[in-house]
């Protein structure tokens, strides 16, 4: 059995931040690559950032120097930190088992302007 659960979105202004959480079960966590997507309305689902077993991360050029993911693996847990949002980060994020279909159940982010 395998899940993955996301939390910590919400309804923030420009400029604003939240962080977002991933927390998992049923999976090899340590040694899994776990990425963020996300889907705007009308829109398909894009990568947001990875962060490999060793602690390599990436990130799109959207949000590279505003968001920061990270990993612990005694929670099973991957987080993502938003920081500076703008109403072009409005979307549902998702957290994902890299390499997997394995994915939760998404939460919304709405940034107002």
């Known amino acids: 059995q395998v899940q993955l659960v996301e939390s910590g979105g919400g309804l923030v202004q420009a400029g604003g931040s939240l962080r977002l959480s991933c927390t998992t079960s049923?999976?090899?966590?340590?040694?899994?690559?776990m990425g963020w997507y996300r889907q705007a309305p009308g829109k398909q689902r894009e990568f947001v950032a990875h962060?490999?077993?060793?602690?390599?991360?990436n990130y799109a050029d959207s949000v590279k120097g505003r968001f920061t993911i990270s990993r612990d693996n005694g929670k099973k847990t991957v987080y993502l930190q938003m920081n500076n949002l703008t109403p072009d980060d409005t979307a549902i994020y998702y957290c994902?088992?890299?390499?997997?279909?394995?994915w939760g159940q998404g939460t919304q982010v709405t940034v107002s302007s």
């Open positions: 994902n088992l890299v390499g997997s279909s394995l």
């Open positions: 049923g999976v090899s966590f340590s040694i899994s690559t």
């Open positions: 962060i490999s077993s060793l602690g390599v991360t």
